[in-house]
């Protein structure tokens, strides 16, 4: 691993009342034995983050990310914070405007091409949204905040103004920097016994020179990071405070409901009005090109009257689709099972398939906007400010510079609100314009929510290996359809030679990115095939993993420590199994042991969830630790329960009744744990998802012999007739 | 016909649908947005406020069944400068994460309290089915046992066994 240097461009200012606030801007990587790449310098779209110090001492750090619910803001501040030496308890964290000045695309650039640390090359690739894609964008996706803004944005910036306070102390007590300390925002000079805050120091530390490359703290001197300060946004989530797009409220404002073309691709043939302008509060029927919206002055009586309405779609073609016919042709596109030399003796074959899946954040998407004359204004939450302003200028036919957009609170996302899935911008900015210039909140029933998302593919996989004598397997060669890219074979075994085909089998379905991608299903095959190939070779599944791990060290460990920490190997009761999975994704490497129990009648319960992981370092553990949790929740609804569903060209499942969530009933108790290494941060967001479907179906085969290959389980009796 | 009932402690006189669910009538005429819209079917109970007491779906339940009743969302729950012991104990263990669900997991958890003072995990998993899709129920459960642990830390055994915690 080359030694990573960072070069910036930090630009430094007084505020009214005496003031500091620095912004740095656009960064350069390179290894240190290369040259370092300079920038062209700081201008639109570079400058990624902002300290402010008042003079009173409050501490304000400006996040390009948003939050829904990964904790980001919290991490990215302590990050900041802590190479500033801040007192936290005076810290705010905000979520920066949704304006050109705060794309931290141009983070991601740093890391692309041929600048990319090794570890870091996977797990940017985001499917159809690569990372040069999202140059000029604010993205918060890809589990990317705290190894790449965090990283290399907030560090920087909060080792920066450290430095210069310190400097200002300095010179103000002429004594040398280096007899100075800074703790808890207060500069201290032990000699004199001098002392001064911050507040105090911020407007002579805004007239120096900026440090161009601070020095950043060693891991030893980190006094905030490793700690579980609390989160910053949670008082404002226990008392009905937070705000979120959907309860945003504008003076005189409507409500829309809306109804989309059911067949994707589809158009609005007609609708007859009359029966929701004869309705209470209605105002208008707004027809637009794939969708027909009601507009009246509550958002109930907009949805009884559109209720009313009997609007014809075309199906674009598509009204034939179905799951069936679409796996059919994944079945044709990938033809027979890949073949294995002729002279191989101990062949094993699989072939696994997972549907599509919603996203199901539990706040239904709603834009709220306000057209006229000078422009737009849109209220909403969204994964990227700017793509969304993008999307709604283009909606409008108007400059994008006219169109503001204040971003909230998102009540989940999990991918949902990505560049280039506005279409919930999009269609609300055309209801408004028809009210124009009263303001508009258009919300989306929980039915067209989950009928109109942008899904995580269904896939079918089809795994062939051969072994050694041994067992060890020599050649796997995989072939599927669905999303993948490099993530069919990404795997941490030395494995004698690997092969993947990614087979085309175009449908109408749109497709996005799910909470961790194309790994959510690319997981739950390689960990299930390894499981199937230590079967064959008659070895324990965790021993047979152990095996292949000779040249990882890394993934050695954390699946040693998870199989310590679930007591792999001792005995359980008949029906009990345990299952372990090993997936390193988004730059994090995660094992993950299930213990399940299958009774008489074949009903599955998962007892327990012990997970491991290395991420290099943990900035906040206890917000580490809510994601892996939330991770493993979020692969267990997919692998318990939840699918979508093609019928007749349309998606199925219309609410929870019919796409159900697990519930705390179903919750399995979790364990987790950090192995602490010298990796580079590794995201947190997304890598402890793909690893629980296998873990799973691995302990579902040891307690039954049953091997299931397909989401959700409940697909497959788990109990021999 | 205009109903009338008691929100958060005020009286209102609401002039709307009487088919109109509560949840509507408190984000959208009252602004009471912290009760949230997830589903309309009752089946993810983000929209749960105090009916009498009583845990309630308000994005199934119709104005006309309120009519004389006291409803109590998340916003009234408890004075600010006294948090409930739910709240208290949401905060100590870091429920929430988006946090959209969370005020209606809140009043179905102080509910539940009010009327099984010390619920086991059976008891948890049998009366709390709200979704949470960010999964913090492993938090939820703790800060449960939290919040029972501190009211039987703080408050004398028989006011604990009664309704009086809702302030």
């Known amino acids: 691993m080359n030694k990573w240097t960072r070069r910036t461009f930090i630009g430094a200012g007084t505020i009214a009342g005496g003031g500091f606030l620095l912004g740095v801007a656009g960064f350069a990587l390179a290894p240190a034995r290369h040259a370092v790449v300079e920038p062209a310098g700081p201008g639109p779209g570079q400058l990624t983050t902002w300290i402010r110090i008042n003079a009173d001492g409050r501490i304000t750090i400006l996040v390009p990310h948003c939050d829904m619910g990964q904790g980001t803001l919290s991490a990215l501040g302590m990050m900041a914070a802590d190479e500033l030496d801040a007192d936290w308890a005076q810290v705010e964290v905000i979520e920066a405007p949704g304006v050109d000045t705060y794309a931290n695309g141009y983070l991601a650039r740093t890391i692309t091409g041929d600048h990319v640390p090794a570890v870091m090359a996977r797990g940017f690739d985001y499917g159809m949204y690569k990372v040069a894609d999202w140059i000029g964008l604010m993205v918060t996706g890809g589990s990317t905040a705290v190894r790449s803004t965090g990283e290399f944005g907030m560090r920087v910036a909060g080792a920066a103004a450290r430095q210069m306070l310190v400097d200002a102390a300095a010179q103000q007590w002429g004594v040398p920097a280096r007899e100075c300390q800074a703790s808890q925002s207060v500069v201290r000079h032990a000699a004199s016994g001098r002392q001064a805050t911050y507040g105090q120091l911020a407007e002579a530390a805004s007239h120096l020179k900026v440090p161009t490359s601070p020095t950043l703290k060693g891991p030893d001197a980190f006094s905030l990071r490793r700690t579980s300060a609390p989160r910053l946004d949670i008082a404002s989530k226990v008392n009905g405070r937070a705000t979120y797009g959907i309860d945003v409220s504008l003076p005189d404002m409507l409500y829309a409901a809306i109804d989309i073309a059911p067949v994707q691709g589809g158009t609005l043939q007609s609708v007859d009005p009359a029966p929701a302008m004869a309705l209470r509060g209605v105002k208008k029927v707004v027809s637009l090109p794939n969708a027909v919206a009601v507009v009246a002055d509550s958002y109930w009586r907009a949805r009884q009257a559109l209720a009313a309405l009997q609007p014809v779609y075309t199906d674009a073609g598509h009204g034939q689709v179905s799951s069936a016919s679409i796996f059919a042709a994944f079945d044709a596109a990938i033809g027979p099972l890949p073949e294995m030399p002729a002279d191989a003796t101990r062949v094993v074959r699989a072939e696994y398939r997972v549907p599509f899946l919603a996203h199901a954040s539990m706040e239904p998407l709603s834009c709220t906007a306000q057209v006229d004359d000078t422009g737009a204004r849109i209220w909403a939450g969204v994964q990227d400010p700017l793509n969304a302003r993008t999307v709604a200028a283009k909606a409008l036919g108007i400059d994008r510079e006219r169109v503001q957009l204040t971003n909230h609170l998102l009540g989940g996302s999990f991918g949902r609100r990505l560049p280039y899935t506005f279409d919930y911008i999009e269609l609300g900015v055309q209801v408004a314009q028809q009210m124009s210039p009263t303001p508009v909140k258009t919300i989306w029933s929980r039915e067209t929510d989950m009928q109109h998302d942008y899904y995580r593919p269904a896939a079918l996989s089809r795994h062939a290996a051969s072994l050694d004598a041994s067992g060890r397997p020599l050649i796997v060669r995989v072939a599927f359809t669905g999303d993948g890219d490099g993530e069919a074979l990404a795997m941490p075994y030395a494995i004698g030679k690997t092969e993947s085909t990614q087979k085309e089998s175009a449908h109408h379905v749109r497709l996005g990115a799910w909470r961790s991608v194309a790994s959510s299903q690319h997981g739950f095959f390689k960990e299930s095939f390894i499981d199937e190939l230590a079967h064959e070779a008659k070895a324990d599944p965790c021993d047979y993993r152990r095996g292949l791990l000779s040249t990882s060290p890394r993934a050695l460990a954390v699946l040693e420590r998870a199989a310590t920490l679930a007591g792999w190997g001792t005995p359980l009761p008949e029906g009990e199994g345990r299952g372990i999975a090993l997936c390193d994704s988004f730059g994090s490497i995660v094992a993950e042991v299930a213990h399940v129990r299958v009774d008489a009648a074949g009903v599955l319960r998962v007892l327990a969830v012990d997970a491991v992981v290395d991420c290099g370092d943990v900035i906040s553990p206890d917000g580490a630790t809510a994601q892996v949790e939330g991770g493993i929740l979020f692969g267990l609804s997919a692998a318990l329960m939840s699918a979508i569903t093609i019928e007749e060209g349309r998606v199925a499942q219309r609410n929870f009744r019919d796409y159900p969530m697990p519930r705390i009933k179903d919750t399995p108790r979790i364990r987790v744990e950090f192995v602490r290494s010298d990796a580079p941060l590794g995201g947190l967001g997304e890598p402890a998802v793909p690893p629980i479907a296998p873990a799973v179906a691995n302990a579902i085969f040891a307690a039954t012999g049953v091997r299931v290959r397909a989401l959700p389980f409940t697909q497959t009796p788990l109990r021999k007739a | ?167």
């Open chain 2, 1 to 167: 016909m205009p109903i009338s009932l008691t929100v958060n402690g005020t009286p209102h006189t609401l002039d709307l649908e009487p088919e109109m669910p509560l949840l509507w009538a408190l984000r959208e005429q009252l602004g009471l947005t912290g009760t949230k819209y997830g589903c309309g079917i009752a089946a993810c109970g983000a929209c749960t406020v105090h009916l009498d007491g009583r845990a309630v779906r308000s994005c199934t339940l119709p104005l006309s069944a309120t009519e004389g009743k006291s409803v109590v969302t998340i916003e009234a729950l408890a004075p600010a400068d006294s948090p409930h012991a739910v709240q208290v104990a949401w905060v100590a263990r870091q429920v929430p994460q988006c946090g959209y669900c969370q005020s209606g997991m809140i009043m179905a958890v102080a509910a539940l309290l009010a009327d099984t003072p010390a619920p086991t995990d059976d008891e948890i998993d049998a009366r709390l089915t709200n979704i949470c899709r960010c999964g913090t129920y492993p938090r939820v459960r703790a800060a449960i046992h939290e919040a029972v642990a501190m009211r039987a830390a703080t408050v004398p055994t028989d006011a604990a066994a009664g309704t009086g915690e809702r302030s």
